[in-house]
């Protein structure tokens, strides 16, 4: 099976920062990679799809890339909103796999 | 607007049984498969289920499989988990989580969440 490895485990940022999670996969999904964001008792929210596609109302300081192994989520100006958890999903086939979560905290 | 209400969610002894609930509303359910994903107490997301949006395929995780059963029905738009011989481990909250897109010959993102229900198992 596929392992996901997220890192960094959590992350502190200021507002204004930039930000980026490295998510790598055991070996080459394409672009079969979706990022959430997920706030303290709430639901996940998809961000992110296929690597890089900015889910609608998503706002654009949120950047995808990457292909086959290794991908990048980046959070430009970083505002108050954005401190969460935020997961990598690979679902080109099945299992889905998640990976382990990234908090971001205020420094 | 997607809507997914569940239900279901409550305290289970060991190797007892429970039954979850997602009734979808907001979309053509029958047009999307359904997923189930769990999040232990402090923990990250887990993949648990993902059942066709015909109901004739479905797909789950190791650490269930033989003991948890996915289903829908699509003419009442509600997705099921149905557990049992439940362990302490299972203890979550569960998701279910509706695919993004349409039709999806393959897997998709996770595009509408439900707001989660909680599993307790313990004597």
């Known amino acids: 099976d596929i392992q996901m490895t997220q890192s960094p485990s959590t992350l502190s940022a200021s507002v204004g920062d930039r930000v980026t999670i490295t998510c790598r996969a055991s070996?080459?999904?394409?672009?079969?990679l979706a990022w959430y964001q997920q706030k303290p008792g709430k639901a996940p929210e998809l961000l992110i799809y296929k690597a890089s596609t900015l889910e609608g109302g998503v706002p654009s300081r949120f950047s995808g890339s990457g292909s086959g192994t290794e991908f990048t989520l980046t959070i430009s100006n970083l505002q108050p909103d954005d401190f969460a958890t935020y997961y990598c999903h690979k679902y080109n086939n099945y299992p889905g796999l998640f990976g382990q979560g990234t908090k971001v905290e205020i420094k | 607007e997607v809507q997914l209400l569940q239900s279901g969610g409550a305290l289970a002894q060991p190797g007892g049984s429970l039954r979850l609930s997602c009734a979808a509303s907001g979309f053509t359910f029958s047009n999307y498969a359904m997923n189930w994903v769990r999040q232990s107490p402090g923990k990250g997301l887990e993949w648990v289920s993902t059942i066709a949006s015909r109901g004739d395929t479905t797909y789950y995780a190791d650490s269930v499989k033989g003991r948890f059963t996915i289903s829908r029905d699509n003419s009442n738009e509600t997705l099921y988990l149905q557990m049992s011989s439940l362990r302490p481990e299972d203890t979550a909250v569960y998701f279910c989580?509706?695919?993004?897109?349409?039709?999806?010959?393959?897997?998709?993102?996770?595009?509408?969440w439900g707001q989660g229900t909680l599993v307790t198992v313990s004597s």
């Open positions: 989580a509706k695919d993004r897109n349409e039709l999806a010959v393959a897997g998709t993102s996770l595009g509408s």
């Open positions: 070996q080459s999904i394409n672009r079969w």
